[in-house]
């Protein structure tokens, strides 16, 4: 007698078990992954940042304290005001800097391609080659010394709206547009001592909210309004990029 080998195989209810799983599987991968590349993203935005918090620190130290607030004329500081962040941290180039590429966040509107890595040399000093515009993410805070509080905002994430200064310290959730690298959910600030983290935006205000140094402890840390009695004064501008 002839034994009929039974064949093995998929019925049609257990393939789509099978690719309901797989399904499920996927939907609760990607989120994960894509908050990986997120933190990751931000880890590195962070660090480069505070290489930029540290040159403007050697700056400083060259320059009676101060950091950059003014157009350079031959290598010294004139009257007139910077325009932008760029402007302000082209000056740290090339004696403090000469990599263009910590200026650079994947993703953000402000950033849609790779710096070329060009500088002007010194004592030209301003934002010709040298972070030229869409080679910058970060917004910069003027007027301000190596022995502000070491609390005071100094860098951070290029905010929503357009160059030069800022008025309303604010993202948007669209990561499309400027400002909303990291979808109005976070953004990362460093100090004027150089330490730094990302911190959580409001999501009423899309600002950051914190202490102001006039004893508010919710307030938009990088406010204005308090004059003197704040952190920051009227003679403090926050400049976008270019």
Same mark, same amino acid.
């Given at each position: 007698m002839k034994l009929i080998k039974s064949k093995l195989a998929f019925t049609l209810i257990e393939l789509l078990v099978v690719i309901t799983i797989i399904a499920i599987l996927a939907g609760i991968a990607l989120p994960v992954f894509t908050s990986v590349k997120v933190k990751g993203n931000q880890t590195k935005a962070l660090s480069n940042a505070k290489q930029i918090a540290l040159a403007l620190r050697l700056y400083a130290s060259d320059n009676n304290g101060n950091f950059p607030t003014y157009v350079l004329q031959? *290598?010294?500081?004139?009257t007139a005001s910077v325009a932008t962040s760029n402007d302000a941290f082209a000056e740290l180039f090339p004696t403090y800097l000469t990599?263009?590429?910590i200026f650079y966040v994947a993703g953000s509107a402000w950033t849609p391609t790779q710096p070329d890595d060009q500088y002007d040399p010194a004592p030209d000093n301003t934002s010709g080659k040298t972070l030229e515009k869409g080679e910058?993410?970060?917004a910069y805070v003027t007027g301000l010394n190596d022995?502000?509080?070491a609390a005071v905002p100094l860098i951070a994430d290029g905010f929503? *709206? *357009?160059a030069g200064v800022v008025a309303n310290h604010i993202y948007t959730v669209d990561p499309s547009e400027k400002g909303g690298v990291w979808k109005g959910k976070q953004a990362i600030v460093v100090h004027s001592d150089a330490s730094g983290a990302v911190l959580s935006v409001n999501q009423l205000s899309l600002s950051i909210i914190g202490p102001d140094g006039n004893g508010v402890a919710n307030g938009d840390i990088?406010?204005?309004a308090n004059g003197a009695n *704040?952190?920051?004064g009227y003679n403090n501008?926050?400049?976008?990029?270019k």
């Open positions: 031959n *290598g010294a500081p004139t990599d263009e590429n910058n993410e970060w022995s502000a509080n929503s *709206g *357009g990088f406010t204005t *704040g952190w920051l501008f926050t400049l976008n990029p």
